[in-house]
Each structure stands twice: as C-alpha cells, then as structure tokens.
C-alpha cells in the first residue's frame, strides 16, 4: 500500500465549516476496516459511508481498495468539507458525496458492504453546542435507525463496520443480532495498557460464526505508539 496523500496528523475540518475534527480512533477503524476489505472484499464493488463527516473513512477506504464509494452525510458545512477533500483526492473519480438523511436515501442498487462512524453517546447528556452534539451524540440517527439504514442498503449476505464506545458496543451488538447480524471480527482499543478498553470496531455480517478478537493499545508504557499501532497505521500516516 502507497502512502496517502493526507497527512493524517495534522489534518484537521476547517472549522469555517464544521466543529468535527479527525481522530485516532476513526484512523484506526479505516485501516482496521481497509485490510479487512484487502483480506475479504473481493467482490466489494460499491461503499457506503453513513455520516462521512470530513471523508476520512471514504478515502482510507478508496486508498487501498477499488470500490466506488457513496458517502452521506446530514451536516451541510461537513459534506463540503468531504467534497473538497475527495475533488483533491487521486481517487476523486470513485467518490461521491451526497448531503441529506440516510433514511431518505435513494439508490438503484444496495451496496456491498457499508462503514459507519456514527454520533456516540446516545444515552449521555449533551453538550449544549449543536454541532458538537450532532457529531457526539445520536441526535440525529440513533442505534436502531441506523441497523434499520443498513438493512435498507446492505446486499443480503454482506458486511458493515462500526465504530462506538466500549460501553456503548454490546448494546448496539444486541440491536444488530436482534435485526440478524452478527459479530465477525471485534477490535478492542485502549489508549494505553494502564487504561480500559475506550473503543470498538466491529465488523458484522449476516453470517453467523466465531468472532475474531484482536486488542490493541495505542500507546506504550513510554507514550509512545505500540508496535501494533504503527502496523495497522503506518500507510496512512506520512510521519509514524
């Protein structure tokens, strides 16, 4: 795999735009999901992203993998963003935005797989900040509509990835296997081995078999990144 263009670390929304900025966490759930997609995806040839924020996970995806890839996303100044990010892309050609609710979403076929990085925090208390809460909690999209998005854009058989807090995962694991999907792969992260687990990404299909634990710590004893973590990371960003 090719370096991207973007250098992950400093790439921040302009926040003229939106109040969301790219993080570890979203980094690690794209390339986690890309070389699930280089290992599994053979006949992946459509991509769904729902509320592609800045379009982080659209291009980690399109970098390694040649799906064409749909990404929506409901905040307006957040779509502009990841049009300008995908026209300055050398995949510009596969990536489409479109700005509205997925549940209104439109299409002639479903898709072969489907990423989410969706509003977290659906139980917490909010902010106050609207933009903040947009992107923090599920204001817009809670766990059941967005299963009940997938299933209305998932070919049957096929598989979508997850991004949630720890906390939060089993109880988006029960909804989902309750709608039929099931946990294939599971990746654990904590920030350190002196924290808990903080994250989650998980890859569910209709498919019903063992899941596949990994861990994963982002940082060492030292603060400094874990072996692990530059292995998975190291082909999107330029400086690790």
Known sequence: MANTYFQFKQFTVNQEHCAMK????ACIQGAFTAQYL????????????????TGLLSLMLAQVHPAAITAVELDSGAALQARENFAASPWRER?????????????????????SNPPFYESALKSGH???DKAMHATSLGYSELIA??????????SF???????????????????????????????????????AVGIFSAAARETVITDMDIRDMENQY???????????????
């Open 22 to 25: 790219v993080c570890t966490d």
């Open 95 to 115: 990536l489409e935005v479109k700005e509205g609710d997925v549940r209104q979403l439109a299409v002639s076929e479903k898709f072969d797989f489907i990423i």
């Open 130 to 132: 609207l933009q903040k």
């Open 161 to 199: 990835s997850i991004l949630l807090p720890h906390v939060e995962f089993q109880a988006f694991r029960t909804l989902a296997e309750a709608k039929g999907y099931h946990l294939n792969q599971l990746l654990q992260i904590k920030q350190s081995g002196k924290h808990g687990y903080f994250r």
């Open 149 to 158: 998005a997938v299933a209305a854009n998932l070919k049957p058989g096929a």
């Open 226 to 240: 874990t072996p692990a973590f530059v292995s998975l990371l190291k082909a999107y960003y330029l400086k690790l």
């Open 38 to 53: 280089v290992d599994h995806g053979f006949a992946v040839k459509r991509i769904l992203d729902i509320g592609t924020g």
